[in-house]
């Protein structure tokens, strides 16, 4: 797919998807999985309601209709058909008149951002509420108000997770993983699953893959624990490293990795590399916030997983707000994420470990074409970005057999030799068709 269609598909996608009500059970979300899977085969699976998963409880699914608020003249306040930020998620079934001073501890609005209308919810304590504009709140006068809340809660239902993999060539794998359970919001809901996408189109088309790659769509924390729940011994045997793919939109020109707890993975290694030559922003890990890592990444399961986004609240668009929408994303760095992460995944595919298959003395290069001409060293291939001349070449090739002993990852050979992964990438890419390397697609030893 070139990058015109692909543009394109992306934003009809995300037009299809914007207005569904998503939450983290019921008809949104599951309609939402259903339309991305005609472009990605996903496999839908679910964890029922009334499951105890780890310390959690898996709610009753949350089946929503519609939700409307009626001033005394008759005149619509809130509904969802505007927009589905009016009603509290999970917000239990009222038809009923209030008067204003009992309905406003229902009502939540934002002092400080008047003309905004917040993202409340209350997946796991039975309540109601609507949210609007400050501004339409301080404009209510006294009177009886008419509040309708058409939803039911289903004891039978559940949390819903989807996935596909994508073979490679050993059972080890890296999981990307968005969620999918914010309604109506544009960069921290719909441009994770965006670029998981995408970027599935992209490596779907690789003609080869070390790692095999899993994609994930979960409503944002109890469906990782569902999946957890569902997956841990197999992610605990397989695992390489994990992305969770969030406000991927923001109009910020670098993308910022956000370490797995331990810190020292394959891509974290290489993380911090690209950051080293401001290629990406690295930040260390943290449990006071963020998204699906911090599950991943607790001390029961603490698996290699971390998160990347772009702009998580810039000014211009506050986090959780109606003013999360098209006109504030940019489209392009959505493309532009795909992009800079295809690049990150072809890196992690050369990051890692790799053995020496001729490790009985130095190998003969001549023959494979490998030792250049000493006269020739000198002044070939000129350095670039991606190029290295004669002579450096020929040092990272005895250094990467020379080090490609179990315990040093490619990251940390770049290092040594003061190159650039993107720079190594050739050179090791020559060495694995010479059956000289093979990675070993585990951690470092």
Not at 1 to 23: G, V
Not at 57 to 68: G, H, I, K, T
Not at 351 to 366: I, K, Y
Request: glycine letters at 6%; charged letters at 20%; proline letters at 6%.
């Amino acid at each position: 797919m070139d990058r015109e269609n692909e543009y394109k598909l992306l934003d009809s996608l995300f037009d299809e998807l914007f207005p569904l009500c998503r939450s983290i059970t019921g008809y949104g979300i599951e309609a939402s999985m259903e339309i991305i899977s005609r472009y990605m085969p996903l496999q839908f699976d679910r964890v029922k309601s009334g499951t105890q998963v780890f310390d959690w409880q898996v709610p009753p699914q949350w089946n929503f209709c519609r939700a409307r608020l009626w001033d005394p003249n008759g005149n619509v306040v809130c509904d969802t058909n505007i927009n589905n930020l009016h009603v509290v998620s999970y917000s239990e079934p009222v038809d009923q008149f209030l008067t204003l001073d009992e309905l406003l501890p229902h009502l939540h609005s934002l002092p400080d951002m008047p003309e905004a209308i917040p993202y409340v919810t209350s997946y796991y304590k039975r309540t109601w509420g609507f949210c609007l504009k400050h501004s339409d709140k301080q404009m209510l006068q006294p009177g009886r108000y008419r509040v309708l809340i058409e939803s039911e809660f289903d004891p039978e239902g559940g949390v819903p997770f989807a996935q596909t993999t994508l073979e490679g060539e050993n059972s080890k794998e890296i999981l990307l993983s968005s969620y999918l359970c914010h309604p109506s919001l544009a960069n921290n809901e719909l441009s994770g699953p965006l670029v998981l996408l995408g970027l599935y189109n992209r490596l779907s088309k690789w003609p080869t893959r070390h790692y095999s790659y899993r994609f994930l769509l979960n409503p944002e924390t109890i469906g990782s624990l569902c999946f957890l729940y569902k997956n841990y011994q197999s992610l605990s045997d397989n695992l390489e490293a994990g992305l969770i793919l969030t406000c991927l939109g923001g109009d910020v020109d670098t993308l910022r990795y956000k370490a797995s707890r331990k810190g020292n993975t394959t891509y974290d290694q290489l993380a911090n590399h690209l950051a080293s030559h401001k290629q990406l922003r690295y930040v260390d890990f943290t449990p006071l916030h963020g998204s699906d890592e911090r599950q991943y990444c607790a001390p029961g399961f603490n698996l290699p997983v971390a998160q990347v986004s772009r702009s998580l609240n810039i000014a211009k668009v506050p986090y959780h707000t109606s003013l999360d929408n098209k006109e504030s994303m940019n489209m392009a760095r959505i493309i532009q994420s795909i992009d800079e992460l295809e690049k990150l995944l072809q890196l992690g595919e050369v990051a890692g470990v790799a053995v020496n298959q001729s490790p009985f003395g130095e190998p003969q290069l001549g023959k494979r074409g490998l030792y250049p001409n000493m006269n020739t060293l000198e002044h070939t291939n000129k350095s670039s970005d991606n190029l290295v001349d004669g002579r450096t070449k020929l040092n990272a090739i005895l250094t990467i057999l020379s080090d490609s002993d179990g315990t040093k990852s490619m990251v940390q050979i770049a290092e040594s030799l003061n190159l650039t992964l993107f720079q190594m990438v050739p050179i090791i890419k020559e060495l694995e068709q010479h059956g000289l390397i093979k990675f070993n697609t585990g951690e470092v030893l």
